[in-house]
């Protein structure tokens, strides 16, 4: 029923020139509040053990599958300019996004004001590079400028996510507040990324190499999927997010390191791992839209809480344009992309649910639903947005 409610709501979504993931969202959100007409048929979903291993993997398979279509060399490439903006994309919207949660939630944990602070860091660049593509106006100077920058940020954003929940995690253990607390895993993070980084490029195109000797088929699938869980778990096990785990594997895993596969007839890497992610993924954002809570929405403090929230989510992203220096870029077009939240928000809500410090949620269900509000409506606003900006920006010749 999942499945099958995820292909409706994508299919809509797409009807109505939007992403699929909204769709497959808004499905989840229909689903989980049609107990409000008087039946309770699927209220089950929302604590199904089954369900909630298959939106995990689906979760650890999508950061995968980003980290296949971004590269180091690519992160190298895009130059200052794409690093400042990502930069500012990170440092403004969470300034703000603290600032908010603190100002309409004062008797709040200054760990809720960190994490929804983070959580707005977050940037999904697909819905733009959709819009870009549609446009023609892909191969821009805006369009290499906010892909370039979006990979950066997704990397400063799984750090600082990674900081904030390790950060929680000692105060649920009982240590308390320091420099080193703050430090530690912000530090780990960066290590953690860096020494896989390392290590992976130098031992994975072995391991593959070794793969060859096997003639069985699916060998670079399993090994690929192996790795990715590999680094997961060892992740996890230092008390870092899995995610940053499994975008560190697919940053890791290129082209170059599995050619020779292709070249004995076998699919490429990103082609056999789709049908996974087409199974799994949506399940994620079906479970996202299934606990979210309408119910919640009813009272006016949470309105405020999403409409505030949107709007430092907004005004965020438009700092990131002050990074833009000497290129000729236009600006507007560049802040305009990197608005929207979509799955990757979604994601760093979702981890706040299972937070708590003794005992009590970080992230209640009336904070998480206006989160997910802030997600869907800079989502939706997006691709208006930029369609009308890039259509008084002239064309590159």
């Known amino acids: 029923m999942v499945l099958v409610v995820a292909k409706i709501g994508g299919e809509l979504a797409i009807r109505a020139g939007q992403p699929p993931v909204l769709g497959e969202l808004l499905a989840g959100v229909v689903v989980g509040n049609i107990a409000l007409t008087g039946f309770t048929g699927f209220e089950g979903l929302k604590?199904?053990?089954s369900l909630e291993l298959f939106a995990e993997l689906g979760v650890l398979i999508l950061l995968f599958e980003v980290g296949l279509e971004s590269s180091v060399p690519q992160m190298l490439r895009v130059g200052f300019t794409a690093f400042s903006v990502a930069v500012l994309g990170v440092v403004a919207p969470f300034a703000l996004g603290w600032a908010v949660s603190a100002w309409l939630s004062p008797e709040a944990s200054v760990y809720l004001h960190a994490f929804i602070g983070a959580t707005l860091c977050a940037t999904s660049v697909g819905i733009t590079a959709r819009v870009l593509q549609d446009l023609g106006r892909s191969k821009e100077l805006e369009a290499r400028v906010i892909l370039g920058a979006a990979v950066i940020d997704d990397v400063l954003g799984l750090v600082i996510l990674s900081a904030v929940t390790g950060l929680i995690l000692a105060a649920d253990r009982g240590e308390p507040f320091s420099t080193w607390t703050v430090l530690a895993p912000l530090a780990k993070a960066v290590v953690f990324l860096a020494g896989s980084l390392t290590l992976g490029v130098a031992?994975?195109?072995?391991?593959?190499?070794a793969g060859l000797r096997v003639r069985v088929s699916g060998v670079l699938l399993a090994l690929s999927l192996a790795f990715c869980f590999a680094l997961s778990g060892l992740a996890a096990l230092i008390?870092?997010?899995?995610?940053?785990?499994?975008f560190a594997a697919g940053l890791i895993l290129e082209p170059i390191h599995y050619?020779?596969?292709v070249e004995r007839g076998e699919h490429s890497l990103e082609v056999l791992v789709h049908p996974i992610g087409a199974f799994l993924i949506p399940v994620f954002f079906v479970l996202i839209g299934v606990r979210t809570d309408l119910r919640t929405l009813?009272?006016?403090?949470?309105?405020?809480l999403?409409?505030?929230?949107t709007i430092a989510a907004i005004l965020g992203k438009q700092a990131c344009s002050l990074g833009v220096i000497g290129t000729g870029a236009d600006r507007l077009t560049i802040g305009l992309g990197m608005i929207p939240r979509g799955e990757v928000g979604l994601i760093f809500a979702n981890i706040g649910l299972s937070l708590?410090?003794?005992g009590e949620r970080i992230v209640d269900d009336a904070t998480f639903s206006a989160i997910v509000v802030m997600v869907i409506v800079t989502t939706l606003a997006t691709p208006p947005a930029l369609k009308w900006r890039l259509s008084r920006v002239p064309r590159a010749s």
């Open 203 to 209: 031992l994975v195109p072995r391991i593959l190499r």
């Open 306 to 309: 999403a409409g505030a929230l």
């Open 356 to 358: 708590t410090i003794a």
């Open 239 to 246: 008390g870092l997010a899995p995610i940053v785990g499994a």
């Open 47 to 49: 604590h199904q053990a």
């Open 259 to 261: 050619k020779e596969y």
């Open 298 to 304: 009813a009272d006016p403090g949470i309105l405020v």
